[in-house]
């Protein structure tokens, strides 16, 4: 845990910031369980409410990301004001998130793939990519001045601060490490987080969307059957945890080199 962590109980040490409540459930649930299980405090951010969504509505999703939220055993969970469906990676929405960073301080930020079906996700990639990087500048203002009214646009579960930070919107930060989230995605991954422990936990994550996943009329042509949702994403995780020599697994890319110690405790076997 890290030392801002211990100073501010709303900091997080890995804050995943998706475009869609859900995506997050999908894409990194088992990573975020492992890391919580490790001490570390972990936070959600979503980009957009899901008014536009073929299934359930605002309301709906709101209730459901809070369930999911403490099955991931996530400290903080809120989303943004941003239209569903229609993302925008504009100065406006960047400083919408620099709110957030400097509030909760996170060491790791998890993005989605830069190349996505979605529309919304490729933009989130690139929107929460500049927004971390505006977050470490000093001069960046966002507007917030420490008067109520001025707070961003958030809904979800609340968590008042004393951060500084989050109420003038003046002290930079920086997150030490931006990872993407690779599971859609037709790239090999630079790693792989071995979620064999949480396999269970992360489906019932993903599975409190009642509204998305159970059985229903509307968008029968485009959704999985909810019969078939465990057999795929369970398998979907097998695939990645057999190229790591594990169990389950969730991928990631990160767009940096790696740095190596010792070459005798690298893990996973070559042959």
């Not at 100073?7 to 459930?25: K, N, S």
């Not at 459901?64 to 969970?77: F, I, K, N, T, Y």
């Not at 400083?95 to 060491?107: A, D, Q, S, T, Y």
């Not at 949702?229 to 990645?240: D, K, L, N, S, V």
Request: hydrophobic fraction near 40%; charged fraction near 20%.
């Amino acid at each position: 845990m890290t030392a801002d962590s211990v100073a501010d109980p709303t900091a997080a040490d890995v804050l995943a910031i998706a475009a869609h409540r859900d995506d997050v459930e999908q894409t990194c649930g088992g990573t975020l369980l492992r890391m919580a299980s490790r001490g570390l405090r972990t936070a959600i951010l979503d980009l957009t409410q899901g008014e536009a969504g073929t299934r359930g509505s605002a309301e709906d999703r709101a209730r459901e990301a809070a369930q999911a939220a403490r099955l991931l055993g996530v400290s903080w969970r809120q989303a943004l004001d941003l239209p569903d469906g229609a993302v925008e990676n504009t100065l406006e929405n960047r400083i919408k998130i620099v709110r957030v960073l400097r509030r909760l301080r996170p060491r790791v930020v998890i993005l989605p793939y830069w190349q996505a079906r979605h529309p919304d996700h490729s933009a989130t990639a690139a929107l929460g990519y500049e927004a971390c990087f505006l977050s470490g500048l000093a001069k960046m203002e966002t507007g917030v001045t420490g008067v109520p009214g001025d707070a961003p646009t958030l809904k979800g579960t609340p968590a008042p601060s004393s951060s500084p930070g989050w109420q003038t919107g003046s002290v930079p930060h920086r997150p030490f490490k931006i990872v993407y989230a690779s599971l859609y995605a037709d790239v090999r991954p630079t790693f792989i987080v071995d979620i064999t422990p949480f396999i269970e936990q992360r489906h019932a994550a993903l599975m409190a969307y009642r509204s998305q996943y159970a059985n229903q009329a509307a968008g029968s042509a485009l959704f999985v059957p909810e019969e078939e949702i465990r057999e795929r994403t369970f398998a979907e995780a097998r695939h990645y945890g057999l190229l790591a020599g594990v169990r389950y697994g969730e991928p990631f890319v990160q767009k940096e080199v790696g740095l190596v110690d010792d070459l005798t405790l690298l893990p996973v076997q070559s042959i």
